[in-house]
């Protein structure tokens, strides 16, 4: 047996998105520099093609942040695991994520940063759940809007797997136990150890 991996958005098109996404905040921020800030684990491979494609000067900051959650529901409270290495006092922060879904995380986050006195502060993140909100966030830069689906893949990960698939994709998870992974990439079928 093995998980099910079917491509949601291929890695053509996030690339194009993208390299859309960079040409646009580069207008935004002309005359400027941007300090991104990373939010950790799954924000990283975002961050890093994204950075890639800004051509004002970038520099870059990262933050690992969990929720406590009961056993049934997040609380919306969120625990700081790994806090900036730098101030952002003055900073043009944007934030990058990978995905807003209750919106809880970054509701919570995005006053906290405010606290610290930036000169700015946007948020960037690859995909969008608009049908999952519970508190409003504003997204100033989206990659895409996606239906209610568990997605893995350009950072998000299922049980900490996937995280480095190159598109997004969704899954049908083997409770049996499985090492084998079976991936229809865009129409073909690719069998990894
Ligand atoms: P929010 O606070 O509910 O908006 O939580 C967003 C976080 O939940 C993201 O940063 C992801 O870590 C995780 N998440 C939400 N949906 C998915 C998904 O479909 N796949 C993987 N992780 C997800
Ligand atoms: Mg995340």
Do not use: W
């Not at 924000?43 to 959650?69: H, N, W």
């Not at 919570?108 to 966030?137: D, F, G, W």
């Amino acid at each position: 047996m093995a998980d099910r991996i079917s491509v949601m958005i291929p890695e053509s098109v996030v690339d194009a998105k993208i390299k859309e996404l960079g040409e646009q905040i580069s207008k935004d921020y002309a005359g400027k520099q941007v300090h991104l800030i990373c939010i950790l684990k799954g924000g990283v491979f975002f961050a890093c093609e994204l950075a890639k494609r800004i051509t004002v000067p970038v520099s870059l900051d990262f933050m690992q942040v969990s929720s406590y959650e009961n056993a049934t529901k997040s609380s919306g409270i969120v625990r700081i695991k790994k806090d900036l290495d730098d101030t952002i006092e003055d900073e043009e922060v944007l934030i990058v994520e990978d995905i807003i879904d209750s919106g809880k995380t970054l509701h919570y986050l995005i006053p906290v940063l405010q606290q610290r006195n930036p000169a700015s502060i946007r948020l960037c993140a690859l995909l969008n759940k608009p049908s999952r909100r519970e508190v409003e966030v504003k997204i100033d830069y989206l990659g895409f809007d996606i239906p209610d689906e568990f997605v893995i893949g350009y950072g998000l990960d299922y049980a900490q797997q996937y995280r480095n698939l190159p598109f997004i994709g969704t899954i049908r998870p083997d409770t049996t136990g499985g090492g084998i992974v079976t991936e229809e990439v865009e129409g073909d079928s690719v069998e990894q150890e």
